[in-house]
């Protein structure tokens, strides 16, 4: 049979040895016992104290009191658990003992309690060790998580369900620009609060942030623009532990620069002002579609006059918005995606139709892009139009801000 438990038993009587021998046996406790009757065996033993399960201490050598025993034993092997095995009932002497730190006394007189007492004091030093063996595997996991977290090139924020901040990344304050004092408390509502003096348009910018936060089941995108003229892109991911959901983890990176300083494009210099100023104050509006899922940035409530909830959330509601005549114009640029951005007239939410500019590229998990709205001008689409002319440089724009 495999040995399932090693026991360092000091004792100075054989016929002891052999009584707590046969005990084990007829209790089906599968034990090696390591017996010492000695001091200078029972300090050599000690120096191994980590091998073992338990000490039971019964009747110790005459230059080695029990208590000295087990105040050694402590000393070198403090997880070691130890049992103290006196050949009389004594308990004010027993009490005692348990105060310098023995796990339990049995006396001789009662041997039957022997066996259960040692199997639930291995047991609980066995459980002991592992929690503890566990703790140090989660702080080392947390260590090389933190590490992770730091190396990032993106603001990185993790929110959970009620609303609080469980972590995030020095990169994401630096980003932002908020200081240690705002992080400290760890809430959400501080942090959108100290940052909305930041963005050109506050209430725009609490909209959008919470939008991000509101749905905790949907992939989220959306731009965040400040007073400074940078435009902050947020990715908003569902935490999950197994199938259970936990909150959101939040990416943010600065895309103002994105490609335009190595772009060789000559006609990146050449963007007309109107675009870029959609840009910049977030009227071009970001979305990702996937085989069962539209998410389009909650910038497009206001653009499109729809009110929360309303916008499409897969591709057959987006169609529902589509003037019938332009249905072919977005189902061929999915068949065949190109560079070249596409017009597309959409219904708003009173009815009335809004000409729309959409841009797309297709990836590994699906198609991804901006949008924003251009004028209503039948001559848009005439050679000579500035709006048909900038069709090339909206494309390069909608480049730089795309998710690649």
Known sequence: MKTEYRILYLEDREEHLEQVTDLLKREYLPSDLCWVRGRDGFLTALKNGWSYDLLLVGEPPPDLPAPEALALARKSCPELPVVLLPNEADEERAADLLRQGATDVVARTALARLAPVLRRAMGEARERAALKRAEADNLRLAGLLRNVLEASSEGILVVDLAGQITTYNRKFMSLCGIPEYVMAPMNLERVLLFLQDQFADPVAFMSEARHLGDHSERKLVGFLNGKDQRTIEAFGRTQ?????????????????????????????????????????????????????????????????????????????????????????????????????????????????????????????????????????????????????????????????????
């Open 240 to 404: 999950r532990v197994g199938r259970e959901s936990m909150g959101k983890v939040f990416s943010f990176m600065d895309v103002t620069d994105r490609e335009l300083a190595t772009d060789p494009l000559p006609e990146a210099r050449a963007v007309p002002p109107d675009l870029v100023a959609a840009a910049r104050e977030g009227r071009m509006v970001p979305w990702h579609l996937t085989e069962d899922e539209l998410v389009i940035s909650g910038k497009g409530l206001g653009l499109l006059g729809l009110a929360p909830g309303e916008l499409p959330g897969d591709l057959a509601a987006l169609e529902a918005l589509i003037h019938p005549e332009d249905l072919d114009r977005l189902r061929q640029a999915l068949e065949r995606p190109s560079s070249a951005p596409f017009d597309l007239r959409l219904r708003k939410g009173g009815g009335s139709w809004i000409l729309t500019r959409w841009n797309l590229k297709r990836g590994i998990e699906g198609y991804r892009g901006a949008f924003t709205v251009i004028p209503w001008d039948a001559r848009a689409e005439e050679p000579g139009h500035p709006l048909h002319k900038a069709t090339p440089r909206f494309n390069f724009l909608v480049k730089i801000l795309q998710q690649g």
